[in-house]
């Protein structure tokens, strides 16, 4: 050991490193067999600290042998990457110390990106070190000499493991490793993880619950890095902004800020915002041409690498990028980070501020540019939440049966399984600790005979009991599920379209599941009553007016987390005591001026409710600094709890910052106060009546039917439209409901509609938070500066976007002349 030490000594210090201390801790924990975490900024060394360990344990074996030991010819290391564009990279990383260990493994990918020639050549030998997918790893657990393929396996190492959690992927993960487990009970697994803020349910996760699984380590890296965040302050600060209100206006700033390095990423928060900054960029500075690059997830793979490697050569002076480049692809720090926008989550900035001296010990940087003046408060906050390591919490999903469905058939078809075994294997897991015995013998049921509305039909009954072990033994049922694999289902768009006419374009599913009969809203500038949804198109009529109409959700803009909503509060705060701390805040002072004169900046424990008159009727601007999607929720629920005092109809707007309700006649807010409107009870009921929420269920159920294998998407590039899944899932969801409505299926839909698209139990927790605080209801005379955005947001739905930003000047030129 002494001897294969060294040599990895030596080939760090040819490189100018020396391994760090938590990079040793790593190594020795599992060389005597522990698993853990290891959390640890970006860029600090945490892949060679998973990696050396089974470089030295294999090294050890071959100085142990008298003769030279050949390669294992079996799978040592499987290493799980949540982005198969993140394969390539890592399988670089991992091949470099080889040579100069003198270990003679292969380190090769098995993704989607994988080509047919060395699929066939991995099905007769795979690598010694295989870099893949969850879903590709789960479709090799579905070999018949599964035992066979992982009899050598001795770390299963999952990167980025803070990305995984919190989503069905990070379940499909979970069951993953435990049947790897139950295959090689000495196995070790080790998580790699940046920014997250529950490392201890992180590490249950990742190994499991119950003994020895739960004999985890955390291994912190380095000491954090300094993190510097600034933001570009507008030339000129406007004391009624409203979302994008700035565009593009900060470009010549922008492009000073790129000027000061060498290199810089520009950081978006959606795909439309990177076209729009990449062309504005290139327009500024046409000479940049060739050496300013895009990167978002619809690139396709080669355009990627391109841009990748640009950065790594140094060839690329700035990329344009979304997430796609938050995670560890392997280049050089850049000089300069830039964020547009706000970054809506103290993590994310965090992570992307690592992009900037991606290496231990380098000060990170990240400057924000903001849309609109008021994001400059949630830059600030964010700066306060990274300094006091208020870092968001991600918490993993629990008892999806549709998942569990899924591995059950990958498990049948993988050698087969006695239900006992199987199930303590799956209650070993955080996802199904608790899952309940009724809940088991469904799921067993569901996939021997697709359960009581389905059982005539021998296409659902895809495992069959031969002597006492379930197994698939129909090759078609058994190939339909391998080509199926997998919970990433994309969110549809459905079309609008005239009763008697033509269409109107598309708009996101997300927001049609909200909609009832006789609702208006507006789209392409026009009025538009709902009248159904069938076959994958909402079908509407012209509405003779605006009136009531229900503002079109902006899908593509990330919510605001609850860490991020926390920090903002007690800023507000700060300023509602005259106490202005930054550069941002003091910028802002204008703005904070005419808000207190007008009406109130409101406390850390305030609900500050403004009730306007105008010539639209008495608009309620509600502030509970909580999200959009919490205050989408929170509208509907607030719409609906006032009516019941009395009948009355409202128009609805949100952002993240708080939410508009509008009616033509005063709505009785005190009297609904009396009545325990902020009332955290009954959840359950009122959300879903506030909203449809059956056809909401209705949609979710497409993601469901197809993870349980009720549905297939058919081939790659099949042309299988959302249409004809939407159509194949809507037709199951109605059968189950009237012949089998107690299928776990229709519950687990309605659970996800309340917690995915309205965080319920966060919305849930805000009205606990509200009710121990104070309500302060002003009735200023005009709309104040936190009031416009929702003013603008509902507007934007009714004018067109050309005459928009001339109504919206005239609107902020009548309030700014009243504030003097």
């Not at 392997?330 to 547009?340: A, G």
């Not at 799956?426 to 697709?450: I, P």
């Not at 009332?679 to 209705?698: Q, Y």
């Not at 507007?795 to 005239?810: F, G, H, N, P, Q």
Request: aromatic fraction near 6%.
């Amino acid at each position: 050991m002494d001897e294969a030490l060294e040599r990895v000594e030596a080939w760090f210090a040819s490189r100018g490193w020396k391994p760090f201390p938590f990079q040793r801790d790593v190594w020795r924990a599992y060389l005597t067999g522990e698993s853990g975490l290891v959390h640890a900024a970006t860029g600090t060394g945490k892949t060679l600290a998973a990696w050396i360990g089974p470089l030295l344990e294999a090294s050890e074996l071959s100085d142990a042998s008298p003769a030279p030991r050949p390669a294992s010819r079996k799978l040592r290391v499987a290493w799980i990457t949540p982005l198969r564009a993140l394969a390539a990279d890592t399988a670089e990383s991992l091949r470099e110390p080889l040579e100069a260990l003198g270990i003679g493994w292969r380190v090769e990918t098995r993704t989607g990106d994988t080509s047919p020639a060395q699929r066939a050549r991995q099905q007769r030998r795979l690598p010694e070190a295989l870099v893949t997918t969850p879903e590709s790893l789960t479709l090799l657990l579905t070999r018949e000499d599964v035992a066979d393929v992982f009899g050598d396996l001795r770390l299963v190492v999952v990167d980025e493991w803070h990305e995984l959690m919190g989503t069905k992927r990070g379940v499909q993960v979970e069951l993953a490793l435990a049947r790897l487990r139950a295959l090689c009970p000495d196995v070790r697994t080790w998580g790699l993880s940046a920014t997250i803020g529950n490392l201890d349910v992180a590490l249950r996760a990742l190994l499991g619950v119950g003994a020895p699984n739960d004999r985890g380590r955390i291994i912190r890296g380095v000491e954090p890095k300094e993190i510097v965040v600034d933001a570009l302050i507008p030339p000129v600060i406007e004391r009624f902004p409203w979302a994008g209100h700035l565009g593009t206006q900060m470009l010549p700033q922008l492009v000073v800020a790129i000027e000061e390095g060498r290199s810089a990423i520009v950081f978006t928060n959606t795909r439309s915002q990177t076209e729009i900054w990449y062309q504005a960029i290139l327009g500024a500075r046409p000479d940049w041409a060739g050496t300013i690059a895009l990167h978002h997830g619809s690139l396709d793979r080669k355009k990627r690498d391109w841009v990748e490697d640009g950065l790594r050569t140094g060839k690329l002076r700035c990329v344009v990028a979304t997430s796609s480049l938050d995670l560890g692809v392997d280049f050089s720090p850049v000089d300069r980070v830039l964020q547009v926008g706000s970054p809506k989550g103290i993590a994310r900035l965090l992570q992307r501020a690592g992009r900037s001296g991606h290496r231990p010990g380098a000060t990170s940087r990240v400057t924000c540019v903001p849309t609109n003046a008021l994001e400059l408060v949630e830059v600030a906050a964010a700066r306060d939440g990274i300094a006091s390591g208020s870092i968001e919490a991600r918490l993993p999903v629990t008892r999806p049966l549709d998942v569990l469905a899924q591995h059950v058939v990958t498990v049948a078809l993988g050698g087969g399984f006695v239900p006992a075994e199987l199930e303590a294997e799956v209650k070993g897991t955080y996802a199904y600790a608790d899952l309940r015995e009724d809940e088991w013998r469904w799921v067993l049921d569901f996939v021997s005979s697709g359960g009581s509305a389905l059982h005539a039909y021998p296409e659902y009954a895809r495992v069959v009991v031969r002597d006492g072990r379930w197994i698939v033994e129909n090759s078609f049922l058994a190939r339909r599920h391998r080509q199926s694999i997998g919970t990433i289902v994309s969110d549809g768009h459905i079309a609008v379209q005239y009763l008697r006419g033509g269409s109107l374009g598309s708009v996101e599913e997300s927001f049609i599941a909200r909609l009832k009969p006789g609702d208006r809203f507006v789209f392409a500038g026009t009025p538009l009553e709902f009248v159904r949804v069938r076959d994958m198109k909402a079908w509407v009529r012209r509405a003779p007016n605006v009136k009531g109409a229900i503002p079109r959700w902006m899908g593509s803009r990330l919510p605001m987390s609850d860490s991020l909503a926390a920090m903002l509060r007690e800023r507000l705060g700060e300023a509602a005591r005259g106490e202005l701390r930054g550069p941002e805040m003091l910028a802002l002072e204008p703005l904070f001026r005419v808000q207190s004169r007008w009406s109130r900046i409101p406390g850390p424990d305030e609900l500050l409710i403004e009730r306007v008159k105008t010539r639209e009727g008495i608009h309620l601007f509600w502030f509970p600094f909580e999200g959009r999607l919490v205050h989408e929720g929170l509208a509907a629920l607030m719409a609906f709890r006032i009516a019941r005092t009395l009948p009355i109809t409202f128009t609805m707007s949100a952002n993240d910052w708080g939410f508009e309700l509008l009616s033509v006649d005063a709505p009785p807010l005190e009297e609904a106060l009396a009545k325990d409107l902020l009332s955290p009870h009954a959840l359950l009921e009122d959300v879903p009546a506030s909203l449809n929420a059956t056809e909401m269920a209705k949609r979710q159920f497409r993601e469901i039917a197809r993870v349980a294998g009720l549905v297939f998407p058919g081939l790659p590039r099949s042309g299988k439209t959302a249409r004809q899944l939407q159509a194949s899932s809507s037709l199951f969801f109605d059968v189950f409901r009237q012949y089998d409505p107690g299928n776990l299926l229709l519950s687990q839909a309605h659970r996800e509609v309340l917690e995915r698209q309205l965080e319920s139990s966060r919305l849930g927790r805000t009205l606990e938070r509200l009710t121990r605080g104070r309500v302060v209801i002003t009735e200023p005379r005009r709309v104040t500066p936190l009031a416009f955005p929702l003013l603008v947001d509902r507007t934007r739905e009714r004018v067109s976007s050309e005459s928009l930003a001339d109504r919206i000047r005239r609107m902020q030129a009548a309030l700014e002349k009243a504030a003097g």
